[in-house]
């Protein structure tokens, strides 16, 4: 490992990060005190400010993906740049960041990452405030890459966007609006939720019981077009009922905790398309496209064309960013401030 350069360091090389010894409720999370990472070649470290709580955290929390203990939640951070691990070209130590940091650790003072996941704050991005850029990494790169890659989407179709009034959902509604949909439906599961969501961009927002109904009135009858579901549960199953001839449906979580089975003949027989969009694998097979799609989110909520609602906590109130998330109480984007 080569560290071209470097800012002082902390006394002791110690930092705080969130950390779970063991899968369970929000109260195996706790702040622990660690050393500080040192970047590999390839990577940076940031000194973090802002980082972001996505409900993928809670699913790792909870043990439903299989992550090693003790694990550093943590996948989206801004901050500077503390150090410049060997072969990083085009940062210099102090340069303002939001980084990706899709293995885990950005929930924390400082996080090492992969320079391909690092972007600049300058130039157009120079304006964009430190604790919604954290909150726009994940969720906004999101929303677009189900949208275009997974979603297909084209001017002048249907969407209906599940878990409406979320992280991902304001940010969906919002870019299927800008991306040329002719009708945006979220699906929510509360009118406090529903009253939220209506801001940001929806014709109308409705409960995940009223959905067949209010699809069938906007559409005529003929369905919708794309479908986002990131839910799970029980109403997978339904979802090929609200689609249009050749409508897509895409899978892109299980907040339910709860999946269902579909046979391979179900897209022959419904004349429709199950897709799926998966952030990290994304990383892995079209880093490229990752990129492009980071930059773009990035950009779209610099200019004001995305709008993220970010309410900011201090780091030890991790546990209950993941409360909300968990008991679908939580509205828009949950960012901590890590130096508070
Ligand atoms: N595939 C990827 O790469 C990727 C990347 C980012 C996010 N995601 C997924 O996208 C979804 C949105 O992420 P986010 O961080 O923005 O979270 P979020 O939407 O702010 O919160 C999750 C929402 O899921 C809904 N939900 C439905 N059933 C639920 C249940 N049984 N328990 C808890 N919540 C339930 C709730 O909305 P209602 O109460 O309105 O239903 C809840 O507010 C998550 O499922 C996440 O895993 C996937």
């Known amino acids: 490992m080569t560290t071209t350069a470097q800012t002082p360091a902390t006394p ?3 930092m705080r990060t969130v950390r779970f ?12 005190d660690v050393a500080v990472p040192e970047p590999e070649s390839g990577q940076l470290t940031v000194d973090v400010q802002y ?12 043990g439903q993906f299989p992550v090693d203990l003790p694990h550093f939640p943590g996948l989206e951070a801004v901050g500077t740049v503390r150090a410049v691990g060997g072969d990083v ?3 210099e130590v102090g340069d303002r960041v939001a980084a990706l940091t899709l293995g885990g650790g950005g929930n924390a003072e400082v996080v090492a990452v992969g320079a391909e996941h690092v972007v600049r704050l300058d130039g157009d991005l120079a304006g964009l405030d430190g604790a919604v850029a954290a909150g726009a990494l994940c969720n906004v790169t999101t929303a677009l890459g189900v949208l275009t890659s997974a979603g297909r989407l084209a001017k002048g179709e249907t969407v209906v966007v599940l878990a409406a ?11 299927a609006r800008s991306l040329g949909a002719a009708t945006v439906i979220g699906v929510t599961s509360s009118p406090a939720k529903a009253a939220y969501a209506r801001a940001y961009g929806y014709d109308s927002v409705v409960s995940y019981d009223e959905l067949e109904r209010e699809v069938a009135e906007r559409t005529g009858g003929a369905g ?11 109403f997978r199953s339904s979802v090929t009922g609200l689609l249009a001839a050749f409508g897509r449906h895409v ?9 269902v089975t579909f046979e391979g003949n179900h897209p022959w027989y419904t004349n429709s398309s199950l897709a799926g969009y998966n952030l990290g694998g994304v990383a892995g097979r079209a880093p490229a496209l990752l990129r492009a799609h980071l930059e773009q989110a990035l950009t779209e909520v610099a200019k004001g064309a995305v709008r993220v609602d970010v309410t900011v906590l201090p780091l030890q109130d991790v546990t209950r960013a993941h409360e909300l998330l968990e008991t679908r109480a939580s509205t828009g984007k949950y960012v901590l401030d890590v130096r508070n």
Do not use: K
């Open 251 to 259: 899978i892109f979580g299980n907040a339910a905790a709860e999946d």
């Open 224 to 234: 919708a077009d794309l479908v986002l579901d990131s839910v799970g549960g029980a």
């Open 89 to 91: 070209t085009g940062f």
């Open 51 to 62: 980082a972001g709580v996505n409900f993928a955290e809670v699913m790792f929390r909870r």
């Open 12 to 14: 002791g090389h110690r």
């Open 21 to 32: 010894e063991s899968f369970g409720d929000p109260s195996v999370l706790g702040v622990a």
């Open 165 to 175: 009034a979320g992280g991902v959902g304001t940010a969906a509604a919002q870019l």
